[in-house]
């Protein structure tokens, strides 16, 4: 079955600076994408839903990076500020629905002030 | 707004007791899921449903059940409850094609 990579595991950044978290997948068939964000004792809230026709999406204060050949997904977070601290999770689903998810081990991002 | 509802948020269960963690959606979805989270990973599908009186094994079902016993509802039944159960638990709800949508989680503690 699919299997999903992400990296890093925790990453530090000061406020106002970039921060890039990277997932890899295994199944060329996968076909939606999803980035959610996590806030300490919460639920997990949609980022993005990414559609694997689309490369590039762009949301509030971040963009979303598709490259099918190398099978990455990239969340790609521009001038960070406090309220991004959280966990980030990607998740993949082969199914062309919204069903069975297969989520990366996630992103523990602290923002600096 | 779209609602999933779990309960309890919190458990403390004793070792070989038995344990059922509800969720109650009010989105009108066909699809229901559990996930576990644990400390480090991501979320893992235990169980799902696509209809009521249906259920379907996720990817870790080992040591759980499931029960849809309607659309709004569906339970998560751990009969024998063991120390690597500790987790957090989250149900959520979607139809084809639209936005998972989680409920606040149930962190159950296995003692």
Known sequence: GEQVEQRPPHLSVREGDSAVITCTYTDPNSYYFFWYKQEPGASLQLLMKVFSSTEINEGQGFTVLLNKKDKRLSLNLTAAHPGDSAAYFCAVNDTGGADRLTFGKGTQLIIQP | EAAVTQSPRSK????????????????????????????????????????????????????????????????????????????????????????????????????
């Open chain 2, 12 to 111: 403390v269960a004793v070792t070989g007791g038995k344990v059922t963690l509800s969720c109650h959606q009010t989105n009108n979805h066909d699809y229901m899921y559990w996930y576990r989270q644990d400390t480090g990973h991501g979320l893992r599908l235990i169980h799902y449903s696509y209809v009521a009186d249906s259920t379907e094994k996720g990817d870790i079902p080992d040591g759980y059940k499931a029960s849809r016993p309607s659309q709004e509802n569906f339970s998560l039944i751990l009969e024998l409850a063991s120390l690597s159960q500790t987790a957090v638990y989250f149900c959520a709800s979607s139809d084809q094609n639209t936005e998972v949508f989680f409920g606040k989680g149930t962190r159950l503690t296995v003692v």
